[in-house]
T-cell receptor, first 111, second 115 residues
Framework: DADVTQTPRNRITKTGKRIMLECSQTKGHDRMYWYRQDPGLGLQLIYYSFDVKDINKGEISDGYSVSRQAQAKFSLSLESAIPNQTALYFC??????????FGEGSRLTVL | AQSVAQPEDQVNVAEGNPLTVKCTYSVSGNPYLFWYVQYPNRGLQFLLKYITGDNLVKGSYGFEAEFNKSQTSFHLKKPSALVSDSALYFCAVRDIPFNDYKLSFGAGTTVTVRA
């Protein structure tokens, strides 16, 4: 089983719909992150969490929200999806200043 | 502010030849530097990191990288490339101690190794 699991792996939805992407990890790390990947732009940080009671905005948090339900679970929500949120989304975990461990990604298409 | 630049969108090499993927960075403090590889339809996989110590860092799959403070570079190298090394490569940096939470990524370099 993967250390960082994302569901769903692929999702097609319509403009205005609410979407939730879920992430769970077995690494035992306190730090969790949501990144967005767009071709030619690398990865941009959406939100990050250092523990269950700590949630912080990243570079591109507008239009997104998150919930840290437990140390091992960190979900990303799009309250009202729009087409420019079509992207590949990655959840990741890390120790304090170590490398990130990524999930396999969730490909979201908003029509 | 921290940033990373990968000046080449694409690198093409023949199998068996040396492979170099370039990365330069900008930080206010001390850099923690990382290389990741992404295969199609997969997540990013960690290759290697520089935190402190020896400027030459060895990582997974025969890759290595050299930290050069004066040139603010962290180029990824492999002495003899394989077709299976064809993938998207990302350089990333943390600015310690100013941004210990944030890993900033370059735009990525697509490596194609031809047989």
């Amino acid at each position: 089983d993967a250390d960082v699991t994302q569901t769903p792996r692929n999702r097609i939805t319509k403009t205005g719909k609410r979407i939730m992407l879920e992430c769970s990890q077995t690494k035992g790390h306190d730090r969790m992150y949501w990144y967005r990947q767009d071709p030619g732009l690398g990865l941009q940080l959406i939100y990050y969490s250092f523990d269950v009671k700590d949630i912080n905005k990243g570079e591109i948090s507008d239009g997104y929200s998150v919930s840290r339900q437990a140390q091992a679970k960190f979900s990303l929500s799009l309250e009202s999806a729009i087409p420019n949120q079509t992207a590949l989304y990655f959840c990741a975990t890390s120790e304090v200043t170590g490398e990130l461990f990524f999930g396999e990604g969730s490909r979201l298409t908003v029509l | 502010a921290q940033s990373v630049a990968q000046p080449e969108d694409q690198v093409n090499v023949a199998e068996g030849n040396p492979l170099t993927v370039k990365c330069t960075y900008s930080v206010s403090g001390n850099p923690y530097l990382f290389w990741y590889v992404q295969y199609p339809n997969r997540g990013l996989q960690f290759l290697l990191k520089y935190i402190t110590g020896d400027n030459l860092v060895k990582g997974s799959y025969g890759f290595e990288a050299e930290f050069n403070k004066s040139q603010t570079s962290f180029h990824l190298k492999k002495p003899s490339a394989l077709v299976s090394d064809s993938a998207l490569y990302f350089c990333a940096v943390r600015d310690i101690p100013f941004n210990d939470y944030k890993l900033s990524f370059g735009a990525g370099t697509t490596v194609t190794v031809r047989a």
